[in-house]
């Protein structure tokens, strides 16, 4: 489980495609990778990949740390990493321990579908962006709920008929690469658990009605 918080915005070093899979090489500035250990979860883009051949670095010398992960071919179809290129910057976040904050809302790391930036204007000192939305998702997307895009948690506020909107505060903007949105670019979307659980009560209250 993650929380969306980003902790980190990583590079990616290297791109190994191996038999219709990919194995990236992702380096890292603040995330800290000491206590890391091989098999660990850690968000990418709001993906949840495997930590392997972890490099935790050498900060007092300017060594930036390192990790790898294997993407399968699935996760490539059905999320914005298969769109990646060395240089592609991800934002990072590692899995939630006991006793770790909840500062945004529960994200699993699984992508639910993808969203496109279709209009971004400035609002004050903040910055709106409006998404297009896979039809079959807009039912979970509610004013003043949660959705994690690119594994950032942020709170929805409009919803149409097959887009929704969020604000960017500056903080944001400068600590992810949410920053870097433009018109067009594909992001990966998380819908929030909640609202799952409630689709799963009210069908499963409704079936039991019918079958009175």
Do not use: W
Not at 47 to 59: R, Y
Not at 96 to 105: E, K, T, W
Not at 133 to 153: E, T
Not at 198 to 207: D, F, G, K, Q, W
């Amino acid at each position: 489980m993650f929380t969306g918080i980003v902790q980190d915005v990583g590079r990616v070093a290297t791109l190994e495609r191996r038999g219709g899979d990919v194995r990236l090489r992702i380096v890292v500035d603040h995330l800290s990778l000491t206590t890391a250990r091989d098999g660990d979860s850690i968000a990418v883009s709001g993906v949840c990949l495997t930590a392997l051949d972890i490099d935790a670095g050498d900060p007092a010398a300017g060594r930036p740390g390192s990790f790898s992960a294997d993407v399968s071919n699935e996760t490539l179809s059905l999320t914005t990493l298969g769109a990646l290129l060395p240089g592609s910057r991800v934002n990072l976040e590692p899995a939630l321990r006991a006793g770790d904050a909840l500062g945004g809302h529960l994200v699993s790391g699984h992508v639910d579908g993808l969203g496109e930036v279709i209009k971004i204007r400035e609002d004050a000192r903040s910055v709106r962006i409006h998404f297009a939305c896979p039809s079959v998702l807009a039912p979970y997307f509610a004013r003043k709920g949660s959705v994690a895009i690119d594994g950032v948690s942020l709170t929805v506020n409009e919803v149409g008929a097959a887009d929704f909107s969020v604000n960017l505060i500056p903080h944001t903007q400068q600590v992810t690469t949410l920053g870097e949105f433009r018109v067009g670019r594909r992001v990966n979307l998380e819908v929030d658990q909640v609202a799952r659980y409630v689709e799963r009560l009210l069908a499963t209250t409704s079936a039991g009605q019918d079958s009175r």
